[in-house]
């Protein structure tokens, strides 16, 4: 066989690979949709699938029904595909950019920090601003101060990945530290309205918290999605992608930004929901690889449906309650962080 069958027979095979890769975020995608639907339907007004798909489609229906649909389950199921793809991605793109399986925006101390934000305004008042409002912009703040003193350890030339995630894990434990602190200070009242927060959970998302959410996470997306080489790249090894022209010291500062900016927005809304970020990279790894132009995009429909996933079994789990889909995320995320070590060592 002549070299020029050879080429023609690799780009073919390049070719369907890709094709196959595709298909298989179509596929996760339309889980994600069909999760949606059945978030909207179940509840404690249980709703049909037709009278869901009726709705959304804008026929006619029951007035009451349109307001169920619209008004009170759309918003948090659309937030919970905007929430679940964005820790999705978060956590990918960390575990690139360390080259560490265990790495995600939880275990580096940012959902932590959240915690901690949110509980300081609720223990000690809103100052004026309403509740709703005031805990998202503590949760964010906090966030986004751990944010800043990895940026600034990522900025040093001397700071390994290794030794960035080793803050992460110190930052994680002052975090939950200072909040157990908090808790134990406040008020019983205080210290219930706490742990609800921590425990997270979709019901107070809003349109408006919904809107601010999904254009952050969007752009921030899009941004990271222009570094898909450079990543791919940065998974040779460091020193590798410096000799193919990547700057990995800015690489790494850019990527951790978009990062932490995207994932305090969505944790300042929604409370700490844990293993996402671990979880949905690990299963986009082994369906498709490390190629980001298709990592990226199945992590983040696998969040999206793992975390809508969670949301409908919140509702079911006990009949006429709602559940702390939290709690859910983390009963599938630790028998797989487990897994992960055992299997992958």
Not at 145 to 168: D, E, N, P, T
Not at 267 to 290: C, D, N, Q, T
Not at 307 to 312: G, M
Request: proline content about 4%.
């Amino acid at each position: 066989m002549d070299t020029k069958a050879i080429l023609v027979e690799t780009i073919q095979h390049q070719r369907q690979l890709e094709s196959r890769r595709w298909r298989l975020i179509m596929w996760v995608s339309a889980l994600a949709l069909l999760a949606l639907v059945f978030d909207i339907a179940i509840g404690p007004s249980m709703l049909t699938l037709d009278q869901v798909l009726a709705a959304l489609m804008g026929f006619d229906v029951a007035p009451m029904t349109k307001v169920i649909v619209y008004d009170l389950r759309l918003p948090m199921a659309l937030m919970a595909l905007v929430v679940g793809a964005s820790l999705g991605v978060g956590g990918a793109e960390i575990q690139t950019l360390l080259n560490n399986p265990m790495a995600s925006p939880y275990t580096l101390g940012l959902a932590a920090a959240a915690g901690l934000g949110a509980s300081l305004v609720i223990a000690l008042g809103s100052f004026g601003l309403p509740l709703i409002l005031a805990v998202p912009i503590g949760a964010f703040s906090m966030t986004m101060l751990a944010s800043g003193v990895l940026f600034v350890l990522a900025s040093m030339s001397r700071i390994s990945s290794h030794m960035l995630i080793l803050a992460g894990i110190a930052l994680l434990f002052l975090f939950q530290s200072l909040l157990s602190l908090v808790q134990y200070l406040s008020a019983p009242e205080v210290s219930q309205q706490i742990l609800f927060w921590l425990f997270g959970n979709l019901t107070k998302t809003t349109w408006t918290s919904l809107g601010v959410t999904t254009a952050v996470s969007v752009v921030c997306i899009t941004l990271l999605m222009r570094h898909a080489w450079a990543l791919t790249a940065l998974r040779l090894g460091e020193a590798r992608a410096a000799t193919l022209g990547v700057n990995t010291h800015r690489l790494r500062l850019q990527v951790l930004f978009l990062v932490a900016v995207m994932t305090s927005v969505a944790i300042s809304f929604v409370g700490v929901i844990g293993f996402i970020g671990l979880v949905a990279p690990h299963i986009a790894r082994i369906l498709v690889g490390e190629d980001q132009r298709f990592f990226v995009p199945l992590s983040m429909v696998t969040g999206a449906a793992f975390l809508s996933i969670a949301s409908v079994l919140s509702k079911v789990i006990v009949p006429g309650a709602l559940f702390p889909v939290g709690i859910v995320t983390a009963f599938v995320g630790v028998p797989f962080f487990f897994w992960i070590i055992l299997i992958r060592r």
